[in-house]
């Protein structure tokens, strides 16, 4: 080969090698942007403050299905075969655990995977049975922030470091939260209220609220006549000005027993996922509003 037609033949194959050099990383650029499906990870949570808190962790590289709608309650959950049917290829599901959302194993079992409670980093009241709203405070829920990244790290550890810098961003967010929640309260004319069912313990002790009463003891059953008696001179004896509904649970005995105590009903709601409560911070927001308020 002459020397001109040697340094031609280089340059040859150096062009070569420059063109293979882009089509593999155009591959590669290509292939992180348009992941196929099958390669994202999925996972389900079983009540919307979780998805929510998932979604801020996982940002949108991982799918999160939610399982129980906006609206309904996880006492008195059922699986339609139009959600299993979307729940069939998730890889995980997180779940809040103590009997709120038992049948978070039966959603679980349709796509073949584990039950992940997020109960490891939380401040748990266990007095008897394990109180399952654990979610309804800030430091729990920077608890439960933790158990999700360490969770979704092992699942997809190629996206480890967006889920510890979104968790990390999170955390800030929910800390300067807990902060207006406190400022909220510092304001409120009474910190003594009824509720309707009982999952505000882990909020009042959070927020320095007594719970005084409630107005239906065991979920989705109403209260007997002896309970509402009690209750009646629990509202007289503190002064009670009001009493607090939920929306997804039923209140038709609510109504005739207001009546004669000249008390407001209003609205506080430990699921959100509705229009003004669209994340798990401005649903805690919207129920420190509604407490604190005259
Ligand atoms: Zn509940």
Redesign the pocket.
Known sequence: MTDIGHKRAVRYALGIIMIVLIIVIAGAVSSRVIEPPDDRVSVAATIFPIADIVTQVAGDVVDVELVLDPGA???TFELTPQKASRLANVDIVFAIGFG?DDWATQVASISGSDVVELNQYVELDCAGVCD??YWLSMPNAIGITNSIVEKLVTLDPEHADIFAQNAEEYITELEVAQGNIDSIFMDAPSHDLVVF???WNYFANAYGLNIRGTFEPA?GREPTPKQLAELQNTIKEFNIQSIYR?PQLSESALAPFVKDLDIQIRTID?LGGVEGRLSYIDLMLYNAHAIASP
């Open positions: 309650s996880p006492h709120l399952p709203h069912h009982d999952s979920p939920e430990p």
